[in-house]
C-alpha cells in the first residue's frame, strides 16, 4: 500500500467506525446478547471485514468493544442509581438487562474493568443496601 492509499484507508476507518459506534450508542444494540459482527455490519451498511478492521483500530476486537459499551452503560446507571433494588434480585435477569448472558459472564467482565462484581459496585455506590 502506497502512503497515499494508507492514509484513504486510516480515514475511511474512522468514518467507518464512527458510523459504527453512532448505531450501537443510539440504538443501543450492545444491550442485545445476541449480537454479531455481521449484524451490525448489515444495520450499518458496511461489509464485515472493514467493520472488523475499524473496530480493530481502536479495541482489541468486537468483543471488546460491545462489552465495554455494556460495562459503561452499567456504570452510569449505577451512577446515577437507575438500577433500583432489583440490581440485587436475580443475577442472571440483571446480566440479561446489560446484554451478557449469565451473571458469570457480567461479573467476569467487571472484574476485569472495575475490579469488582455487580453486587460489590453497587454496594460501593449505596453502602445502605446489603
Request: with cysteine; proline share 2%; aromatic share 10%.
Amino acid at each position: 500500500m502506497t502512503s497515499d492509499e494508507t492514509k484513504k484507508w486510516e480515514y475511511m476507518k474512522d468514518i467507518i467506525f464512527e458510523r459504527l459506534d453512532r448505531k450501537m450508542k443510539e440504538d443501543k444494540l450492545y444491550l442485545n446478547s445476541h449480537l454479531t459482527l455481521p449484524m451490525l455490519s448489515d444495520l450499518t451498511g458496511t461489509n464485515r471485514t472493514y467493520a472488523s478492521r475499524a473496530i480493530c483500530g481502536r479495541y482489541k476486537n468486537f468483543r471488546e468493544y460491545v462489552n465495554t459499551l455494556r460495562v459503561e452503560h452499567l456504570l452510569e446507571d449505577v451512577q446515577a442509581d437507575r438500577c433500583g433494588d432489583r440490581i440485587l434480585g436475580d443475577p442472571d435477569e440483571f446480566a440479561n438487562k446489560y446484554g451478557f448472558n449469565t451473571k458469570r459472564s457480567l461479573d467476569r467482565i467487571l472484574v476485569k474493568e472495575t475490579g469488582c462484581t455487580y453486587r460489590k459496585l453497587y454496594r460501593r455506590r449505596r453502602p445502605e443496601s446489603k
